[in-house]
């Protein structure tokens, strides 16, 4: 999460500076004090009231302005990260040599803090080997690099150069402030509420949105981990997150335990159906005549073979959506399957579960102890529940 973190956003004069206004919003929605930086070349191309208009302060533009006579000193000795989208071939020269010949690159030399540039030009440039030594030398500076992506440019060409989407953006700066303790280790996670057919064209479901499991997938990734992600719902992917589209609870087993033993954290997120139509036909159910009787069966519940499987040192995280008696149903499962935690939470709450943006949990671990999570954003939940997946990663070490 970028909460109270203070972001220089460097915008310089490509046509992607439109693009960067969006990531300009996306960091100010994830809580982030942004202050922006444009190039003469950039207000060409984006106005700078619009910055100004959506940043956490006035835009800045020159290092000759008179209510601070040393902004670039200011906003590099302040700034928790950098970051400059686009970053034209120009930037990426002159940071790499070392020349300061504007607000912009002086504020990146007068820093300590982390830098993100994300380039775009068109392909002939982007694959010239002067740019890309450039970018060799400040990759072993330690600065991050957003490569761009394939796809339409100016012109109407179609090649490598496109700035990369600002969701990636903004996910690569979360994952160079956010807490860098899940490197290495290898999470599994289900999103989604299974659909179970009755018929050829019709299903049970339920009206899980996906929302939690992907926010835990987006928080995994940003900490360092390698996430898998086994979803039911089409949503867009997490930058980073492998994703593994399946439908029923069947299709999701296959999808999950090949995958369990390998993986340290398993965090089963989804809801899955617990019962399904049996023998379902392969045609529609024509209406007409006496209404037909759907006899249903339950479903596998592979969670428990997860914790009848569970290994040494592996972590494998439940969750339970409830209606009455939470507390009792919760630590149920959390008995019955061999579960180090359960997220419980009462989805007959206002703001609570199924297709909120919000949600309320208490995570309840096998030791006994519990943590009550009131209302938050689903990726704060993410937090806590991966927080104390960590602590308790540390206390078995």
């Given at each position: 999460m970028l909460q109270g973190r203070r972001v220089v956003l460097g915008v310089t004069g490509g046509i992607a500076a439109y693009k960067a206004v969006e990531v300009c919003r996306r960091l100010v929605d994830a809580g982030a004090h942004v202050s922006p930086i444009m190039t003469e070349g950039?207000?060409?191309f984006v106005g700078e009231v619009t910055f100004s208009a959506l940043a956490s302060e006035k835009v800045q533009t020159s290092l000759w302005d008179e209510e601070s006579p040393i902004p670039h000193t200011r906003l590099g000795q302040d700034a928790d990260v950098i970051v400059v989208a686009p970053a034209t071939a120009r930037l990426l020269g002159h940071y790499a040599a070392g020349i300061s010949n504007d607000l912009l690159t002086a504020t990146l030399l007068a820093t300590r803090a982390p830098v993100v540039v994300c380039p775009a030009m068109h392909t002939e440039m982007w694959e010239h080997p002067a740019v890309q030594d450039n970018l060799a030398v400040l990759r072993q500076r330690g600065v991050h690099v957003v490569e761009p992506e394939s796809g339409r440019?100016?012109?109407g060409d179609v090649g490598a150069g496109r700035l990369a989407d600002p969701a990636a953006i903004v996910a690569a700066v979360e994952r160079v402030l956010?807490?860098?303790d899940m490197v290495g280790l290898k999470v599994l996670v289900t999103a989604g509420g299974t659909r179970e057919p009755i018929?050829?064209?019709?299903?049970?479901?339920?009206?899980?949105?996906?929302?939690q499991g992907y926010a835990l997938a987006e928080e995994a990734v940003a900490r360092g981990a390698d996430v898998v992600l086994v979803s039911t719902v089409d949503r867009p992917a997490?930058?980073?997150?492998?994703v593994v589209r399946v439908g029923s609870c069947a299709e999701m087993e296959a999808a999950v335990v090949p995958r369990a033993a390998a993986s340290d954290v398993i965090v089963m997120a989804a809801a899955v159906a617990?019962?399904?139509?049996?023998?379902?036909?392969?045609?529609?159910?024509?209406?007409?005549?006496?209404?037909?009787?759907?006899?249903?069966?339950?479903?596998h519940d592979f969670l428990v073979d997860l914790g009848r499987a569970k290994r040494p040192g592996q972590i494998l995280v439940g969750f339970a959506a409830e209606t009455d008696d939470l507390r009792g149903?919760?630590?149920?499962?959390?008995?019955?399957?061999?579960?180090d935690f359960i997220v419980g939470n009462d989805v007959s709450a206002p703001g609570v579960g199924f297709e909120h943006d919000t949600n309320a949990v208490i995570i309840y671990s096998s030791d006994g102890s519990e943590r009550e999570v009131p209302l938050r954003g689903k990726r704060e939940i993410a937090t806590a529940i991966l927080d104390a997946v960590i602590q308790q990663r540390s206390d078995q070490q």
């Open positions: 950039a207000t060409r440019l100016a012109g956010g807490p860098r018929d050829a064209v019709r299903v049970i479901t339920n009206r899980s949105s996906g929302k997490p930058p980073g997150v492998e617990d019962f399904r139509p049996k023998n379902p036909p392969d045609r529609k159910i024509k209406k007409g005549g006496a209404v037909p009787e759907i006899v249903l069966e339950p479903t149903n919760a630590l149920g499962k959390l008995e019955r399957k061999n579960l």
